[in-house]
């Protein structure tokens, strides 16, 4: 197992409420690392990525300084490819989300997976809809090699309509095709000249020219989405994008829902999982110092299904664990609450059992 620790200066371009950047030191201190030794992971630290300003970053259309964010992006996305090259599992902390599902979607997948032919999972959980935007009609989507996404958590709240986060709306949506007619690599310049969305068609942004589709809507799942907007709604069912409300949540119930979206998912091929957890996928009572906190979320105990479920899989390649922000604690025990409840979530990836993890009974030498 790996661990990348990552300050992420940058990422404060992108989300409104800043503090985000001091997650991975507070989840460091609460002592993660020697937690994932006790169960005997071998831990391998690849300390804290820092990244630098692109001079004279001028914005371009909707995006703010697009070149540093790209640049910071591609270098995260090589120290990850690196790692799974060498056939070990990522976990990233981090702050503002939008930024790891962008770069491990995309650029990491078709790195590792180097066969344009072959898919792996990506399961993410998250407050809300990461296409979302106030001007929604200028998102673009393209083509690209197939590759699959199951977000599990979401929601959407007023203050995300800011047009500061048109820089994360716009590569996400680079990142995904739709689900009939995909082309192959050969064929995805000429595509990109092809495909518009509502108001525009898909622009190259600067700084991201490394970026390479491999997300296929068939293959992307979310769990928990709530206050979904009309152009949201509209990309959901444009796409054909497979999707649980919070509302399928409450009917259905996270064993119901979890068992259909394997199936969904993994029913077509056994495929490598990389999950996304975002905090402020879970409800604000257990995770409150966090940048988007909105009631009726995912529940502890749901949290901890979900994560157990994946790593009952044996599929778990990679995880990320976002939106921890201290600064937005109200109290040092909304802090220690939500750092916490992450940690938590992160072991459970890793193997640790609710009812207890008990090695085989042979040991015990009981009466026969």
Not at 7 to 17: K, S
Not at 78 to 105: C, P, Q, W, Y
Not at 198 to 207: I, R, T, Y
Request: charged content about 20%; some cysteine.
């Amino acid at each position: 197992m790996v661990m990348i620790m990552s300050e992420l200066l940058y990422f404060l371009i992108v989300q409104p409420r800043g503090g985000v950047e001091e997650g991975p030191t507070v989840l460091r201190k609460a002592g993660l690392l020697e937690k994932l030794k006790e169960l005997e992971c071998d831990v391998k630290d690849y300390g804290v990525l820092t990244f630098a300003d692109v001079p004279n970053d001028s914005p371009f259309q909707m995006v703010k300084n697009p070149r540093s964010v790209g640049k910071a992006s591609e270098q995260l996305a090589d120290v990850v490819a690196e790692i799974k090259r060498n056939g070990r599992t990522s976990l990233v902390l981090g702050g503002d989300h939008r930024s790891f599902l962008m770069i491990i979607s995309m650029e990491v997948w078709h790195k590792y997976y180097n066969d344009y032919n072959d898919t792996a999972n990506l399961m993410s959980i998250q407050t809300y809809f990461p296409l979302k935007s106030g001007n929604w009609q200028h998102l673009w989507p393209c083509q690209g090699p197939p590759r699959s996404l199951c977000h599990l958590g979401g929601c959407s709240h007023g203050h995300q309509h800011s047009t500061d986060n048109h820089n994360w709306e716009l590569t996400w949506t680079t990142c995904i095709f739709p689900p009939e007619g995909t082309k192959g690599k050969e064929e995805f310049q000429e595509s990109r000249a092809e495909w518009k969305w509502g108001a525009g068609q898909m622009p190259d942004v600067p700084g991201f020219s490394w970026v390479t589709p491999c997300l296929s809507a068939k293959d992307i799942v979310y769990i928990g989405l709530r206050d979904v907007d009309p152009g949201e709604h509209y990309i959901l069912k444009t796409l054909g994008i497979k999707y649980f409300s919070m509302t399928e949540v409450d009917k259905l119930g996270i064993g119901k829902v979890m068992e259909e979206a394997f199936s969904y998912l993994l029913g077509r091929k056994k495929r490598p999982i990389h999950l996304s957890f975002d905090v402020d996928g879970l409800d604000p009572s257990f995770t409150p110092a966090t940048g988007t906190p909105v009631q009726g979320g995912l529940s502890y105990r749901e949290g901890l299904y979900i994560t157990e479920e994946i790593y009952k899989t044996g599929l778990l390649s990679g995880l990320d664990i976002m939106e921890v922000n201290p600064s937005l604690g109200k109290t040092p025990e909304e802090v220690t609450r939500t750092v916490n409840t992450a940690v938590a979530i992160t072991l459970a990836c890793f193997g640790v059992a609710r009812e207890g993890n008990h090695k085989p009974t042979d040991y015990l030498n009981l009466p026969k």
